[in-house]
């Protein structure tokens, strides 16, 4: 029976994107392996990481792509993109200008991958609560007009970490299923 345990019902596409620093690597991170890390370093050799979940009694793996510094020149190719079904626009609430900038790579995205993609807006560095550049009701706004889901994380303190990953995975099971 072992081995049914072990099917996989779906294997799901989610990319991260966003300026760099705003802790996609660390939200990642966070969510396959319960790790987090103050040192920012680019990820290197590592395209994706994968966690199994359940939803709705189905064994989904999804599989999560990591920019790994390319955001730095602008050079996130085609390929990124391509097969994703859900994608995480990452902004840190303490620097108003990664939120500026979530336009532009909702459009980048947009061009590049299918048209029901699901997509969530997350905050990050929740935890920095004092240094706090972008308030909770602008980006909530801003999420309602682009049809984003959204949510403000921290992966430092794991605050909506789990939940967020978790309601595009559902979504996007709910779109397929
Ligand atoms: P990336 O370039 O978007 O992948 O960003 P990283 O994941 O490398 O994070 C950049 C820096 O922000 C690192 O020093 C992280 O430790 C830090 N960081 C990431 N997420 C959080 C968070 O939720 N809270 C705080 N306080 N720092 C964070
Ligand atoms: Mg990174």
């Known amino acids: ?13 989610i990319v991260l994107i966003g300026d760099s620093a705003v802790g996609k690597s660390q939200l990642l991170a966070r969510f396959s392996r319960n790790e ?20 709705d009694h189905k064994t989904i793996k999804a599989q999560i792509w990591d920019t790994a510094g390319q955001e730095r020149y602008r050079a996130v190719t085609a390929a990124y993109y391509r097969g994703a079904v859900g994608a995480m626009l990452v902004y840190d609430i303490t620097k108003r200008v990664s939120f500026e900038h979530t336009q532009r790579w909702l459009e980048e995205l947009k061009s590049h ?5 699901t997509i969530m807006l997350l905050g990050n560095k929740s935890d920095l609560g004092s240094l706090r550049q972008v308030p909770t009701e602008e980006a909530k706004e801003f999420s309602e007009k682009h049809g984003l889901f959204f949510l403000e994380t921290s992966a430092l303190d794991s605050t909506n970490v789990e939940s967020a990953f978790l309601s595009v995975l559902s979504e996007v099971y709910r779109l397929v299923s």
Do not use: C, P
């Open 1 to 13: 029976y072992g081995e049914y345990e072990n099917t996989i019902d779906y294997v799901f596409k």
């Open 36 to 55: 987090f890390s103050l040192e920012s370093r680019a990820t290197i050799g590592v395209e994706f990481q994968t966690r199994t979940v359940t939803v």
């Open 113 to 117: 991958s299918d048209t029901n993609i």
